[in-house]
C-alpha cells in the first residue's frame, strides 16, 4: 500500500500548490534534526517521509499521477524515478524553493546529518562497510580462552596502488579544479536561510589528486577483493552470543577512505557433561543408594579436573552441592563461579542373590514386610 502523502503533510487533498510548499516547510522545520526535539531518529524518519511527499505533491505532473493511480510506483514507472526499492535515493530529489534556484536536496541532507553516500552521488573517500562474522567456540575454550582463526573473503586495500587508485609511476598533481583540498565551497539559498557548505569535489571525487592512469589491478577503485586468516583472541569466560568488534579490520574504504568494523559473534558449542549459565557450571552425577545412605567420599569431574566431594550419609537423589569457585572465570576479571553438581541416586536394575539376601535381612531389620517374592514367597 503506498503512503498517503497528504496525510503525512497535513493537508487535504485539494490543497493549492502554496499550502503543499507551506506544509513541507513548516514540516521541514519541525523535524530539522538541529531543532527536533526527543528522538532523533524519529525526526530524520519524518524529516525524510515529508521530503518524499513534497517530491510528489510538489510536482504537479507527479502529483497527478499520484491522484490517479494512487502508488508511487505507478505514478514514476517504478524503479530509478527516485524511490527505486525500500531505500530513499535523494540523488533524484530536486527541490526549487523560489529565488534560490535548484537544490539539491541530498546535499542539505548530508549537511544535516554527516551521512556519506546516501545519495549514491558522492564520490570521496567512503567508508569501507561493516562485517560480520561467526565463529564457533569450543565449550572449554570459550572457558579458558583460546585464538580463534578463520577465513574471511572481504574487500582490502589494493596492494598494487596502495589504495589511491593509480596506476604506480603515473604522474599525480594536485586537482586543479578544487587547488586540491577535494573540496568545492558552494554558498546556497535554501528555505531554512543562506547556507554555506562544501560538495565534494566532482572532477577528483574528494581526493585532491589527479593521476593519469588508472591502476591496472582495481581500475581506479583502490580495493581488491581478498580471501585472508583472521586470527581473533578469545578472552576467558566469554559467553555465547558476545560480539567481539575489532576496529578497522571490516573492508577498506573506497579511494582511501576508512576501513569499516568486524563484528564477530561468539557461537559456542554445548558441552556432554556440562551446562554453563554465567559463570556457573552445571553436572550430574550419579551414586548408589547405598553410597547415599552411608555417605562417601567421590570425585566430580569439573572443567578445572576432578575435585573430591563429601557425600554425607542419608544424601537425597537430586541434592545440589555447591563447589566453590571451580566454574568458568568471570569476563575480565579474576573471579569465578561455582560448579554446581546435582546427585542423582541409583537403585540398581539387577541384584546378585547374595545382594538380594542382603537386603532382605535389611527389609526385616526395618520392620518392612516385602510382600512380592520376598518373606512370604
Ligand atoms: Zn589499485
Ligand atoms: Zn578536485
Do not use: W
Not at 563461579?337 to 526395618?366: C, F, M, N, Q, W
Request: charged share 30%; net charge positive.
Amino acid at each position: 500500500m503506498a503512503k498517503d502523502y497528504y496525510k503525512i503533510l497535513g493537508i487535504e487533498r485539494g490543497a493549492s500548490e502554496a499550502e503543499i510548499k507551506k506544509a513541507f516547510r513548516s514540516a521541514a522545520r519541525k523535524y530539522h534534526p538541529d531543532q527536533a526535539k526527543g528522538d532523533k531518529k524519529e525526526a530524520e524518519q519524518k524529516f525524510k517521509e515529508s521530503s518524499e511527499a513534497y517530491e510528489v505533491l510538489g510536482d504537479k505532473q507527479k502529483r497527478a499521477n499520484y491522484d490517479r493511480f494512487g502508488s508511487a510506483e505507478a505514478g514514476f514507472g517504478g524503479k530509478g524515478a527516485g524511490f527505486g526499492g525500500g531505500g530513499f535515493d535523494f540523488s533524484g530529489v530536486k527541490f526549487d524553493f523560489g529565488g534560490g534556484g535548484e537544490s539539491g536536496f541530498g546535499d542539505i541532507f548530508e549537511t544535516f546529518f554527516g551521512g556519506n553516500g546516501r545519495g549514491g552521488k558522492t564520490r570521496g573517500p567512503m567508508r569501507g562497510a561493516d562485517i560480520e562474522a561467526r565463529v564457533r567456540v569450543k565449550f572449554e575454550d570459550a572457558i579458558f580462552g583460546t585464538t580463534a582463526e578463520f577465513k574471511l573473503d572481504r574487500l582490502v586495500k589494493c596492494e598494487r596502488c596502495r589504495g589511491n587508485g593509480a596506476e604506480p609511476g603515473s604522474k599525480i598533481s594536485d586537482c586543479r579544479k578544487c587547488n586540491g583540498t577535494g573540496e568545492i565551497s558552494t554558498t546556497r539559498q535554501t528555505i531554512f536561510g543562506t547556507m554555506q557548505h562544501s560538495t565534494v569535489c566532482p572532477d577528483c571525487g574528494g581526493e585532491g589528486k589527479t593521476f593519469e592512469k588508472k591502476c591496472g589491478s582495481c581500475h581506479g577503485t583502490g580495493r581488491a577483493r581478498k580471501s585472508e586468516k583472521i586470527k581473533v583472541k578469545i578472552p576467558a569466560g566469554v559467553e555465547s552470543g558476545a560480539v567481539i568488534r575489532l576496529a578497522g579490520q571490516g573492508e577498506a574504504g573506497a579511494k582511501g577512505g576508512q576501513s569499516g568494523d568486524l563484528f564477530i559473534h561468539m557461537m559456542i558449542e554445548p558441552s556432554r557433561e556440562f551446562e554453563r549459565r554465567g559463570a556457573d557450571i552445571f553436572s550430574t552425577q550419579k551414586i548408589s543408594f547405598i553410597q547415599a545412605a552411608l555417605g562417601d567420599e567421590i570425585a566430580v569431574k569439573t572443567v578445572h579436573g576432578n575435585v573430591k566431594l563429601n557425600i554425607p550419609a542419608g544424601t537425597q537423589s537430586h541434592t545440589n552441592f555447591k563447589i566453590k569457585n571451580y566454574g568458568s572465570p568471570k569476563l575480565h576479571s579474576s573471579e569465578k563461579g561455582d560448579h554446581l553438581v546435582k546427585i542423582l541416586v541409583e537403585i540398581p536394575k539387577k541384584l546378585s542373590r547374595k545382594e538380594k539376601e542382603l537386603l532382605e535381612a535389611l527389609a526385616k531389620e526395618g520392620g518392612l514386610k516385602i510382600k512380592k517374592g520376598g518373606i512370604f514367597g
